[in-house]
Nanobody, 122 residues
């Protein structure tokens, strides 16, 4: 069992930055793929970014590529999502998730956090 707790969301203006954090419980954090997903009102949950277990490979949705950066600190059992140049369309609840094995961009992850709200105003 892995418990995930996201933090760092908030209300910002377009063009601002935020850094989301996701802290995981457990001793085996370093073996997990970590992913970030988001769900906007009235829309399905979508993939945002993922990072492999060692942090050597990162993946991004086209809509955030060049603006968002995912990273992880295995010593702190934490994954981060640095979000720059935020746009109104980035407004959503952001979730982190973990899985073993290969990185995937679909939602078949094993454990999910409760989500953190990001609201971008114009």
């Amino acid at each position: 069992q892995v418990q995930l707790v996201e933090s760092g969301g908030g209300l910002v203006q377009a063009g601002d930055s935020l850094r989301l954090s996701c802290a995981a419980s457990g001793r085996t954090f370093s073996v997990y793929v970590m992913g970030w997903f988001r769900q906007a009102p009235g829309k399905e949950r979508e993939f945002v970014s993922a990072i492999n277990s060692r942090g050597a490979s990162t993946y991004y949705a086209d809509s955030v590529k060049g603006r968002f950066t995912i990273s992880r600190d295995n010593a702190k059992n934490t994954v981060y999502l640095q979000m720059n140049s935020l746009k109104r369309e980035d407004t959503a609840v952001y979730y982190c998730a973990v899985k073993r094995g290969l990185v995937i961009k679909t939602s078949e992850y094993d454990y999910w956090g409760q989500g953190t709200q990001v609201t971008v105003s114009s």
